[in-house]
């Protein structure tokens, strides 16, 4: 009775969904119909400087230079505290709309949560589900959101992001028929930015596609999948592009730089600026600004209470753990998504980069720099996915396995604490100070869109022009195909340099083509020139295309200065196999040394640092064993 009381509320719900299309539907689940039109010569102009193939990033000695150059006589629009997706999102908005930019990242763009994520883009199933059965609006606006918004993101990076089917198994036939309507509900929900169609396959056609699936279990058979599509992304690489983007868009963005204290006004007590420490060079210096919009994610209180140290905490922090298995665990595209396991959590299994990627879990944690996987976090996945797969789940297989935290938000001005939101909050509780927290990798655009609009009403800032980024190319997306990396293969050859010197020409093979051509877009043939032109072509590690010249590529043009900039973030060599970064190691070194100019000191506390970085990715050589257990 419960089960057919579902799937009536359920049948309801679409049918309102259907009725609702003439009228609000479309100015929830469309506002393209008035984005596609504004922008006009502003928008042209903006697009023309960013896929001008011979535009570089200004260098970081110049864009500190901007961010010094920002006096009180002279100050900055907008200071943006955060370097993840929403910050650079955020610089990225207010750049062009034709205002003075400036952004800090204390780390490097993406090396928080950013990095961290499941890698989907998607609009939310679960939170349809609960807008379904609580009757919920406000989750329902949630879903409309991001599924226009995970339409955009893939538009806008095409060679970084792609569509992804994703398969929710059955083991009996309520199942199949609930999930068929509930898909088939978000198929409706996303209108006119549907990636393709639900569908239904059988037991047999499922195992054809998904050959690890298991068709039967602990006393359950397979009925049959249900197949959705959701977004899939490259999230640091991402977040990189977003940076260099508003880069080339006029922001000054500045990595490995901290704000140390808030710059106020004697007399009205609005924060004008910033004192920021250049981590690299431990330099110190002030730079104004009209209003400074925090976008620190997890660490947004603590940047808060640089402002007011008695402010009440607004981030309720959440931990995801992933792990990275090898690519037989799951067919090139085609993921693996169970809403529901024993214990109620979702578990997935989703190709990625040439791997498996599986999660997650999510637990109150602390907020840390490095966040680091329990071993029963681990566990608990391997446990959750093996209940589906015919194929034996061991720890030994374990490539990777990292933490990311989410920053749940609690709007300060909310009457009570239940309020946590899955959506994002923007608020100026202290005078000069905008916080956007919240949300999800998803919406980061159109959070960043609500953080500018905000910043205008504080600083009451004039604009050139309204916000462009909706239909906004990032860097190297322009005239990208996915064909594209035939004309690497076809016109580059890679230039190896062996270990007695000799030089000796290598084919730049159709793995490595591909990868420099997703990683990169249409940039891609400045990397394949490296590898040509400088005997830049060897792979920095077995098994994967990653190259060398990508290092002194990311170095020049990416404002990669770290090593553990480039394993983690520029590549994804850390996510993806640690012990093949650690190998990495040395290589990557000697070549920034190169470029960024180190002296052996330098070298030797890089390489520390990074061996460091890699202990907090727990591998199936880093698991940690106590009594013949895993601790």
């Keep these: 009775m419960a089960n057919f009381i579902r799937l009536r509320r359920l049948g309801a719900t679409a049918a309102a969904v259907t009725v609702v299309a003439g009228g609000s539907y479309v100015a929830l689940s469309d506002p393209s119909v008035s984005a596609n039109d504004r922008g006009g010569p502003a928008l042209d102009a903006v697009r023309r400087k960013i896929a001008d193939p011979f535009a570089l990033v200004p260098s970081r000695t110049v864009q500190e230079s901007a961010l010094i150059g920002a006096s009180s006589a002279s100050p900055l629009d907008i200071l943006v505290v955060g370097g993840g997706a929403t910050g650079c999102g955020v ?17 490097d763009f993406s090396s928080g949560t950013s990095s961290r994520s499941t890698k989907l883009i998607h609009g939310g199933v679960r939170y349809l589900e609960k807008a379904v059965f ?11 959101n991001a599924l226009e918004e995970r339409k955009q993101v893939i538009e806008n990076a095409p060679h970084l992001c792609h569509a992804l089917p994703c398969m929710t198994p059955c083991f009996s036939w309520f199942e199949a028929v ?4 509930g898909l088939k509900l978000y198929d409706l929900v996303a209108g006119p930015r549907l990636l393709h169609l639900s569908r239904y396959y059988s037991a047999q056609e499922s195992v054809e596609l998904f050959p690890t699936l298991a068709r039967k279990g602990k006393d359950r058979n ?11 992304m490259n999230d640091s690489r991402l977040n990189v592009g977003l940076a260099c983007t508003a880069a080339l868009a006029g922001a000054a963005v500045l990595n490995h730089a901290e704000v140390i204290s808030f710059l106020k006004d004697d007399a009205s007590e609005r924060i004008i600026g910033a004192r920021i420490r250049d981590n690299l060079s431990g330099k110190e210096f002030d730079t104004y600004a009209k209003v400074v919009v925090n976008a620190a994610g997890p660490f947004c209180d603590s940047v808060r209470k640089l402002a007011d140290k008695d402010v009440k905490p607004m981030i309720s922090p959440s931990s995801g753990v992933h792990i990275v298995l090898p690519d037989y ?6 993921g693996l998504i169970v809403p529901k396991t024993k214990d109620g959590r979702v578990v997935f299994m989703l190709p990625w980069l040439g791997r498996t990627v599986a999660g997650t879990t999510d637990s109150n944690t602390p907020i840390t720099l490095l966040p680091e996987p329990h071993e029963d976090e681990i566990e608990f996945i391997l446990d959750a996915i093996s209940d589906y797969l015919n194929i034996k789940v061991r720890r030994i297989d374990v490539l990777s396995a990292w933490s990311g935290i989410r920053p749940l938000a609690m709007d300060p001005r909310a009457k009570n604490t239940e309020s946590i939101s899955r959506d994002h909050v923007v608020c100026e509780d202290y005078p000069g100070l905008v916080t956007i927290t919240g949300g999800k990798w998803t919406t980061y655009r159109s959070m960043a869109e609500d953080a500018v609009d905000a910043a205008i009403k504080s600083g009451n800032l004039s604009t050139a022009n309204e916000c462009l980024t909706y239909n906004l190319r990032l860097i190297g997306g322009d005239g990208w195909d996915p064909a594209s990396f035939t004309v690497l293969a076809q016109h580059y050859v890679r230039m190896k340099k062996k270990y007695s010197g000799k030089v000796v020409p290598g084919v730049m093979d159709t793995a490595a083509a591909k990868h420099l051509s997703h990683a990169y877009g249409s940039l891609a043939e400045r990397v394949a020139a490296i590898a040509q032109n400088e005997n830049l072509g060897k792979r920095l590690a077995h098994g994967y295309p990653f190259l060398e010249a990508e290092v002194a590529y990311c170095a020049r043009h990416e404002y990669c200065e770290s090593a553990v900039d480039f394993i983690a973030r520029r590549s ?6 640690t012990d093949a970064a650690s190998r990495a190691l040395p290589r990557v070194i000697q070549i920034l040394a190169v470029e960024l100019k180190w002296d052996k000191s330098r070298q030797k506390q890089e390489a520390q640092k990074a061996k460091e970085f890699l202990e907090t990715f727990k591998s199936s050589k880093n698991a940690q064993f106590h009594n013949g257990k895993h601790n």
């Design 222 to 232: 397979l009925k049959g999948t249900v197949v959705y599509y959701d977004g899939q």
């Design 91 to 107: 610089a990225l908005d207010a750049g062009t709309r034709g205002l003075r930019v400036g952004l800090v990242e204390r780390e």
């Design 178 to 181: 609930y999930y068929w309507m």
């Design 572 to 577: 994804r060599l850390a996510f993806l196999d």
């Design 134 to 144: 609580n009757l919920d609006y406000g989750q329902l606006k949630l879903v409309f």
């Design 329 to 334: 665990y799951s067919p090139e595209g085609m």
